[in-house]
Nanobody, 111 residues
Framework: QVQLVESGGGLVQPGGSLRLSCAAS????????VGWYRQAPGKQRELVAR??????NYAESVKGRFTISRDNTRKTMDLQMNSLEPEDTAVYYC??????WGQGTQVAVSS
């Protein structure tokens, strides 16, 4: 059974940083693209960052502030988020190739 377990969300002040982690099990992790998505209240889920093959892509709104990484040995993917803004407030989800999804972790940016 495939499981993706996220951790690292929370409340942070504007300008602060958070690191999200996602641990996978029950799957050959290295074979899949990995991505982080987010969904804010009343909005559609959107791509934040993705690693597929040799390419890494970011939403325009997070470029230069967020960094996605993966560790195929540990079967984990991380999202380092710096210079957080209130607009980054959302539930963040990790995904493998848009086939498997984590349960979501809440990120709230507020003073």
């Amino acid at each position: 059974q495939v499981q993706l377990v996220e951790s690292g969300g929370g409340l942070v002040q504007p300008g602060g940083s958070l690191r999200l982690s996602c641990a996978a099990s029950g799957i050959n992790f290295r074979l899949y693209s990995v991505g982080w998505y987010r969904q804010a209240p009343g909005k559609q889920r959107e791509l934040v960052a993705r690693i597929g093959g040799d390419s890494t892509n970011y939403a325009e709104s997070v470029k230069g502030r967020f960094t996605i990484s993966r560790d195929n040995t540990r079967k984990t993917m991380d999202l380092q988020m710096n210079s957080l803004e209130p607009e980054d407030t959302a539930v963040y989800y990790c995904s493998l190739a848009n086939l498997y999804w984590g349960q979501g972790t809440q990120v709230a940016v507020s003073s």
